[in-house]
Antibody, heavy 121, light 107 residues
Framework: QLHLQESGPGLVKPSDTLSLTCTVS??????????WGWIRQSPGKGLEWIGT???????NYHPSLKSRITMSVDTSRNQFSLKLTSVSAADTAVYFC?????????????WGQGILVTVSS | EIVLTQSPGTLSLSPGERVTLSCRAS???????LAWYQQKPGQSPRLLIS???NRATGIPDKFSGSGSGTDFTLTISRLDPEDFAVYYC?????????FGQGTTVEV
C-alpha cells in the first residue's frame, strides 16, 4: 500500500523559503500515470490546491502561487518536493503531499498525514 | 475559478440514518470531474468518489455520488459510527482545482 510522509521545518520566518519533502514508500514515483502534488489546509482558507508534477518534468501549479512555487521529483530517492518562496503569515497551514493516480483527472487517492508549517518571526 | 458551495454546513444525525450532502458549483463542472473526500479529526482526507459517481478502491457501496453540471450529491445510505466526519467536494474540471468548504456530519 502506498504511503506518503512529509518532512521539513515546522517554523519558517516571513520572506524566507518554505521547503518540504515527501517520501514515497510502497510504490514508485516513476509510475507513468501518477503525478505527485501538494495541498494545504488552513482554518481561514480550507483546502487549497498548490500544484502537481510528474517525474518527466510536467508541472501544473495554482495560478495565484505559480510565481513562488517550485516542485520536483527525485526518482533516485523516491521523493518529491515543494519550495515556496517569500512566505508570509498567509502561508501558515497544514501541508499535505498527495498522489494523483489518473493522468486525466486531478484528484488524489493517497495523502500524507500532513505537516503543520507556521510562518512567524 | 469555480466556487463550490456545500450545504448544509452541519448535519446532526443518528447512526442508521440516510444522509444526502449537496455540492453546488458556480459554473458547470467539465466532464463531471467532481470528487468527494471524508476527513476525520487529526487525519488527512480520504478519497471516496471521483468522476461524480465512481467509488474509489475499498470504499463501501453505502457511499454513492451523483449529479452533473452544477449540482452534485453524496449519499450515505446508512450512517455507521465511523462515518461521522467532515465531507468535502472538489472539482477538477477547470483550473485551478477548488474545494468546497465542507459539511460536518455529527452525532
Amino acid at each position: 500500500q502506498l504511503h506518503l510522509q512529509e518532512s521539513g521545518p515546522g517554523l519558517v520566518k516571513p520572506s524566507d523559503t518554505l521547503s518540504l519533502t515527501c517520501t514515497v514508500s510502497g510504490g514508485s514515483t516513476t509510475i507513468y500515470t501518477s503525478l505527485w502534488g501538494w495541498i494545504r489546509q488552513s482554518p481561514g482558507k480550507g483546502l487549497e490546491w498548490i500544484g502537481t508534477n510528474h517525474y518527466n518534468g510536467h508541472t501544473n501549479y495554482h495560478p495565484s502561487l505559480k510565481s513562488r512555487i517550485t516542485m520536483s521529483v527525485d526518482t533516485s530517492r523516491n521523493q518529491f518536493s515543494l519550495k515556496l518562496t517569500s512566505v508570509s503569515a498567509a502561508d501558515t497551514a497544514v501541508y499535505f503531499c498527495v498522489r494523483r493516480p489518473d493522468f486525466y483527472g486531478e484528484y488524489y487517492d493517497s495523502w500524507g498525514q500532513g505537516i503543520l508549517v507556521t510562518v512567524s518571526s | 475559478e469555480i466556487v463550490l458551495t456545500q450545504s448544509p454546513g452541519t448535519l446532526s444525525l443518528s447512526p442508521g440514518e440516510r444522509v444526502t450532502l449537496s455540492c453546488r458549483a458556480s459554473q458547470s463542472v467539465s466532464n463531471n470531474f467532481l470528487a468527494w473526500y471524508q476527513q476525520k479529526p487529526g487525519q488527512s482526507p480520504r478519497l471516496l468518489i471521483s468522476g461524480a459517481s465512481n467509488r474509489a478502491t475499498g470504499i463501501p457501496d453505502k457511499f454513492s455520488g451523483s449529479g452533473s453540471g452544477t449540482d452534485f450529491t453524496l449519499t450515505i445510505s446508512r450512517l455507521d459510527p465511523e462515518d461521522f466526519a467532515v465531507y468535502y467536494c472538489q472539482q477538477y474540471g477547470s483550473s485551478p482545482v477548488t474545494f468546497g468548504q465542507g459539511t460536518t456530519v455529527e452525532v
